[in-house]
């Protein structure tokens, strides 16, 4: 797998995050791989203790992973998000508003798209009419914000 | 209407080339066709029977003479010198080549125009009554509303990969023209007790293949928070709307299956976990929109005007197009004038270039500049005043546009079908052309009344099929075309989702068969009876008598 941080290509990861069950099972670890279905109301009092939760994407069709990224951060997680699954470029944004920190992607996705494209996509936009999704990296800015500034 | 500020056209810019680079991505291989896909669909974008077909969006159906003439230049320059509008208020071209498609877009968004959201698994284009501002039952303009969605909803970045495509339709007035519970979410401007307006909340209608008539999810709901009620709604459909089967992917389904209660428990738990003040828009941007809808300057004139009044008795094709083509008009002296895209012979909602620029040229004229175009695939001039309307009237006739079948039986809806769709399992055109044919008097329209045919060329119900007073579905069936017929569709306040009456028909026994059920109708009548209260009073057995020699 690819991680894509910053639209920089950070180079090859390795390795498998334990799932919730195991994760909650067990006392230890500090990072935990969910599912796009995932009842977050279990995982609610060990969320403090996490530093890495990667969220899978079954196909990058399936947006659902946008929405359990914004309801960890309400939830008040700080720790590393990572969007895992065949994402493209053009999601990436989603990926980053919505509160991810990267993307991780499968190798044979990964070489159709160059890094550029990667780094472009996070730039398409500086503006949003979305409020609350916000990004600091790059900075964007909220059109009705922008309005009143 | 509203006009783009410096942001919303940066917006437009940087989307429309954000597509030109995905368009060049596909072209060098960077996108594989699975991918770029559902972004072509999102910037409306579709592979139809024939070629490409663009979409773009009409934003509630509210557009100027400038925009139009730009749709009629698109029209000549891009593609065949027509365009048809759509049940969505949008209007689609039918020919144009992929990579012609970026400086399309680029024309559109010189006159504030995009294609953003006409197609794919997202929120789709708000739809409203294209008598907005104008009608005599309003509440209020749902307009500064439906904008305020429109720039909400677009490249929402968690609402984009929805499990389906998701619509919403908003109306202001008592009486629904927006069909507003045959949608996702249905919003309704309500008065509380307190006297204060805010939104009534429909969820889970829509047609397809499962048609369901939307439910009451809220009561009422302030304009402060309906945008937060919106992201809790949709939070709630992006994780648990079904992705397994893409026919019961829709919010219906979803709520359906865990059932209108639960399903509101659910909102109402993730809209407690929101902070309203960080989604909602501040009030200064509420009246921003607004004010871009405030009435229009209306002279003063007098309720009967003397010109009007002679031509209607001087001539009797004017005053038969006035009888089903002017609707009530809030303000004494002007007028409502619907304009009807269903001449004899033609696709409904097909418009040429040079129609387009004629309606722009009456829209600048006498309607302050303004067009709507209607879910029934007509266009409106909003605000005319009633001693305009017969030189109006004479320049739609020079156009040919000039048909006087508002709300009567050859002012038909209809899909694409056979002609142009690649899902059509039969035609509709042809059949819409037949029916009115077959009913081309004038005269017997009138006798007729009131009459919402509508039609489909597949399971799919883009011709809202179920929701006609007589609606028709046409099937393959071993090789041969097959209508079914459903009765006492209804999209309004009332809704209803019609009955299917029996065993289909070929083509040629459905034009004689629709006859013989407007005969029984006007036997059956009651004075005043438009069919479909005749029909809701006298049963669907008549009817299968007739259809079927059962009686
Ligand atoms: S109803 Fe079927 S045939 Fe008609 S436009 Fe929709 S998909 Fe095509």
Redesign the pocket.
């Given at each position: 797998m690819v991680l894509i941080r910053n639209g920089v290509e950070l180079g090859h990861v390795s390795g498998e995050l334990p799932d919730l069950e195991t994760y909650l099972a067990g006392n230890e670890g500090d990072s935990v791989l969910l599912s796009p279905d995932v009842d977050l109301e279990t995982l609610k009092p060990r969320l403090s203790g996490l530093a890495l939760i990667e969220v899978s994407f079954p196909s990058f069709t399936d947006g659902r992973g946008f929405s359990v990224a914004k309801q960890l951060r309400r939830l008040g997680y700080e720790g590393e998000l990572i969007a895992t699954g065949p994402l493209i470029p053009d999601q990436y944004l989603c990926a980053v508003q919505c509160g991810f920190d990267a993307v991780k992607i499968e190798q044979e996705c990964y070489v159709r798209q160059s890094e550029g494209e990667w780094n472009e996509a996070l730039h398409a936009f500086d503006l949003f009419y979305q409020r609350g999704y916000v990004r600091q990296n790059p900075v964007s800015r909220n059109i009705t914000e922008a309005r009143y500034e | 209407m509203y006009r783009y500020d410096e942001f919303d056209h940066t917006f437009v810019r940087a989307r429309s080339q954000q597509f030109k680079r995905q368009v060049e991505r596909r072209l060098d291989g960077s996108l594989s066709e699975e991918q770029f896909r559902p972004l072509r669909l999102m910037n409306g974008l579709y592979l139809q029977l024939h070629a490409y077909m663009l979409r773009v969006a009409i934003p509630y159906g509210t557009f100027s003479g400038k925009q139009m003439r730009q749709l009629a230049m698109i029209a000549d320059k891009y593609d065949r010198g027509y365009g048809h509008f759509t049940t969505r208020q949008n209007i689609q071209y039918n020919w144009p080549d992929l990579v012609d498609v970026p400086a399309i877009l680029e024309d559109l968004a010189d006159v504030e125009m995009h294609a953003i959201q006409t197609s794919g698994n997202c929120i789709r284009n708000t739809t409203s009554d294209p008598w907005a501002g104008a009608a005599i039952d309003e509440i209020e303009d749902p307009r500064p509303i439906a904008e305020l969605i429109r720039q909400w909803s677009s490249l929402h970045p968690e609402f984009t990969y929805l499990p389906r495509k998701f619509k919403i339709a908003i109306t202001g007035a008592s009486n629904d023209r927006a069909a507003i519970r045959a949608h996702d979410i249905g919003l309704q401007i309500v008065q509380n007790d307190a006297g204060e307006n805010g939104l009534q909340v429909y969820v889970g209608g829509g047609l397809g293949r499962t048609p369901i008539i939307g439910n009451v999810l809220r009561e009422f709901i302030s304009r402060h928070e309906l945008l937060p009620y919106l992201e809790a709604i949709m939070r709630v459909y992006n994780r648990y709307g079904r992705r397994d089967n893409k026919y019961k992917a829709r919010i219906k389904i979803l709520v359906q299956e865990t059932g209108l209660e639960k399903f509101r428990d659910e909102v109402e738990a993730e809209y407690a976990q929101l902070e309203p003040l960080d989604i909602a828009v501040p009030q200064e941007e509420l009246n921003r929109i607004a004010d871009y809808f405030s009435a229009p300057d209306y002279d003063d004139v007098s309720s009967s005007d003397e010109g009007y009044d002679k031509a209607v008795i001087l001539h009797s094709d004017f005053a038969g197009w006035v009888r089903s083509n002017l609707s009530e008009h809030k303000i004494s002296g002007y007028t409502i004038v619907n304009i009807s895209l269903k001449p004899l012979k033609g696709a409904p909602g097909d418009i040429s270039a040079d129609q387009m620029r004629v309606v722009a040229d009456l829209a600048q004229e006498y309607s302050f500049d303004e067009i709507r175009a209607t879910h029934e695939q007509n266009l409106v001039l909003a605000n005319v005043k009633k001693s305009d309307v017969y030189a109006l009237y004479q320049k739609l006739v020079v156009a040919e546009l000039a048909t006087g079948n508002i709300g009567l039986i050859s002012d038909i809806i209809c899909?694409?079908?056979m002609d142009y769709?690649a899902?059509?399992?039969a035609r509709?055109i042809p059949v819409g052309q037949a029916i009115s044919e077959r009913f081309s008097d004038p005269e017997r329209q009138r006798v007729i009344g009131e009459m919402k045919i509508k039609i489909?060329?597949?399971i799919?119900?883009?011709?809202h099929h179920h929701i006609g007073h007589i609606g028709i579905l046409g099937l393959e069936k071993a090789g041969v075309e097959t209508y079914q017929v459903k009765l006492g569709g209804d999209a309004t306040s009332t809704a209803e989702v019609g009955k299917v009456t029996g065993k289909g028909f070929s083509f040629d026994e459905l034009i004689d068969a629709i006859e013989r059920m407007i005969d029984l109708y006007l036997r059956e009548r009651d004075t005043g009876e438009r069919f479909l209260d005749t029909y809701r009073r006298i049963g669907m057995e008549p009817f299968k008598g007739v259809l079927y020699g059962t009686d």
């Open positions: - | 899909c694409p079908g769709c899902l059509a399992t509709s489909s060329g597949c799919n119900a883009c011709g």
